[in-house]
Nanobody, 120 residues
C-alpha cells in the first residue's frame, strides 16, 4: 500500500504562486507514474500534469501549460506542483495520485486532497 499526503494549499490572490507537495509512504515514488489532478466545485476531475518514473514531466492541459510545473525528489519520496500566475479559475481541490505504469487506465492510489483558493 502507498499513502499519499498533499499539503501546501491555501488562499492566495490572483497572480500569486503556490507549491504543493505530495509526500508518499509505504512505496517508493520511483516505482510509479505520479500525477496531479484537480477538481473544482461542480466540475469533473482534471489531470493537470504527470511525471514518469524517470522524472520526465508529461501531459499538461492548455489551461495550466506554462504556469504549472511538476517535479519530484525520489530521495524525499515527494512530488511537487509549482503553480505560478494563479487565476481564480485554478480554484479547486488538488489531488496527488500514483499508478504503476504510465499507460495504465486507472490510478492505484490517491491522496486526500488540498484546497487551493484564488481570490482577491
Amino acid at each position: 500500500q502507498m499513502q499519499l499526503v498533499e499539503s501546501g494549499g491555501g488562499l492566495v490572490q490572483p497572480g500569486d504562486s503556490l507549491m504543493l507537495s505530495c509526500v508518499a509512504s509505504g512505496r517508493a515514488i520511483s516505482d510509479y507514474f505520479m500525477a496531479w489532478f484537480r477538481q473544482a466545485p461542480g466540475k469533473g476531475r482534471e489531470l493537470v500534469g504527470g511525471i514518469t518514473r524517470a522524472g520526465f514531466p508529461t501531459f499538461s492541459p492548455d489551461s495550466v501549460k506554462g504556469r504549472f510545473t511538476i517535479s519530484k525528489d525520489n530521495a524525499k519520496n515527494t512530488v511537487y506542483l509549482q503553480m505560478n500566475s494563479l487565476k481564480p479559475e485554478d480554484t479547486a481541490v488538488y489531488y496527488c495520485a500514483a499508478k504503476q505504469a504510465r499507460y495504465d487506465t486507472e490510478y492505484d492510489y490517491w491522496g486526500q486532497g488540498t484546497q487551493v483558493t484564488i481570490s482577491s
